[in-house]
């Protein structure tokens, strides 16, 4: 059965930092593109990064560049986000999936987490 299972949200202050991990499982994630995605409250989803398969294509919003870092492990068949400096904006349930393209454009992507909230306090 394929599946991706995001964990690592949370609550956190503002300032703060957390790790997500994206786990595969049913199918090999060294040859898909890796998304991360993000949904906050009455908002459109959102795609905020992708890292290629062999990790050399990265792309961030500017809404996270220079706070967040993608990056992956295909031996342990995860994904990862790492989010430093959270902000009041940052709060949502983020997403990972995979697909054949190096793109953050939703329809692109053929396997979807659940996601994991990321709630942030002052």
């Known amino acids: 059965q394929v599946q991706l299972v995001e964990s690592g949200g949370g609550l956190v202050q503002f300032g703060g930092s957390l790790r997500l991990s994206c786990a595969a499982s049913?199918?090999?994630?060294?040859?898909?593109?890796i998304g991360w995605f993000r949904q906050a409250p009455g908002k459109a989803r959102e795609g905020i990064s992708f890292i290629n398969s062999r990790g050399d294509d990265i792309f961030y919003q500017d809404s996270v560049k220079g706070r967040f870092t993608i990056s992956r492990d295909n031996s342990k068949n995860t994904g990862y986000l790492q989010m430093n400096n959270l902000k009041p904006d940052d709060p949502a349930v983020y997403y990972c999936a995979t697909g054949p393209v190096a793109t953050v454009i939703e329809k692109f992507y053929r396997f979807w987490g659940v996601g994991t909230q990321v709630t942030v306090s002052s």
């Open positions: 049913g199918f090999s994630l060294a040859n898909h593109v």
